[in-house]
Structures are given as C-alpha cells and as structure tokens.
C-alpha cells in the first residue's frame, strides 16, 4: 500500500480547471489522505463530529485515521463524496456553511450537502479544491485557523488541497 499524490494531468484533463466525470470515477472507492496546501503535516479529519484538520498520524497503526473513502457523489454519481474510513457510515456534509461528519438520513438535502466537484486548485497545478455542488460559488475552505467551512471567495491558499490516494 502506498500513496501517490495526484497531478492534476490524472485527475483532470489539461486544460479543463473542472475534472470531468471519468476522472472522478478514477478516484471513486479509493482510500485518500487530503492535505491542505499550507500544511502537510494536518489532514482533513474529525473532531467531535466537527470537520477540521487535524495532526496527521505517524504511527502505522494509526494510519487510517488519516483517510477518507472518495466515493461516488451521493447527489450526482458523476462527482464525489467523502466517507471517514474509521467510520464508514459518516460523510463529509456541510450544513449552515460548517463541514461537519454526519450519517446519511437520505434526504436530498444532506446528499447535495456531501457531494462536491473536484476542480484545479487555487495554487497551482498539484493542488485540487472542492466546490458545493449545492452552492455552486462555495469552496472547501480554512477558517479560523483549522475549522473546515464552505466559503465563497476563500483564500486562495486556505482552499487548495493536496489529494493523496491510495494506489
């Protein structure tokens, strides 16, 4: 098992800032680590069911408290959403702008809450950012420090991300 991270030659088609369909199918149902741009020593985690970034993991037991599962997008299978791996049954939604790790209640709402569109980072070409497939002009996105909120106009820096998947 090792990661690799993606350029966005794999992930997107050159050229094109939004990945198309087939290159997020590449990524869907793969383990990832998603780091942000500034600090890759964080991963996007959980705190008290609260979506934040937290102190990567070194110890090889503990790896996979690092990951996320990219899957198919709850809302549109053709984008993609975000499953804790140490609990697979809690995604990645925002709600009130704040990302939170909730269980499905299969309503519209929360799937278009959790699905998002991978598009080129803010930063440059090995970099990815995440858009709300809900609020379309809303990026995942730092603030206050580690708090994971959707943001429209973010930093550019405080909503690029570094993607991680498990090959």
């Known amino acids: 098992m090792y990661f690799k991270t993606l350029s ?3 992930l997107c088609f050159l050229g094109v800032e939004v990945c198309t369909a087939q290159s997020m199918g590449q990524l869907q149902n793969k383990n990832a680590v998603i780091t942000p741009y500034k600090d890759q020593s964080y991963v996007i985690g959980q705190e008290w069911g609260i979506g934040k970034i937290v102190e990567r993991k070194k110890k090889r037991r503990d790896k996979a408290y690092n990951m996320v599962k990219v899957v198919p997008g709850l809302a549109n299978p053709d984008l993609v959403s975000f499953a804790l791996l140490i609990e697979p049954e809690l995604y990645l939604r925002h709600q ?5 790790w909730h269980k499905s209640d299969g309503t519209n709402l929360f799937k278009a809450d959790a699905t998002f569109k991978i598009i080129k980072g803010f930063t440059g070409e090995n970099t990815v950012s995440f858009v709300s497939t ?3 002009t809303y990026y995942i996105s730092l603030k206050n420090g580690k708090e994971l909120w959707v943001v429209e ?3 550019p820096e405080d909503a690029s991300f570094l993607l991680e998947v498990e090959q």
């Open 96 to 100: 009130n702008a704040q990302l939170k």
């Open 134 to 136: 809900n609020y379309p």
């Open 8 to 10: 966005l030659l794999f």
């Open 153 to 155: 106009n973010p930093n």
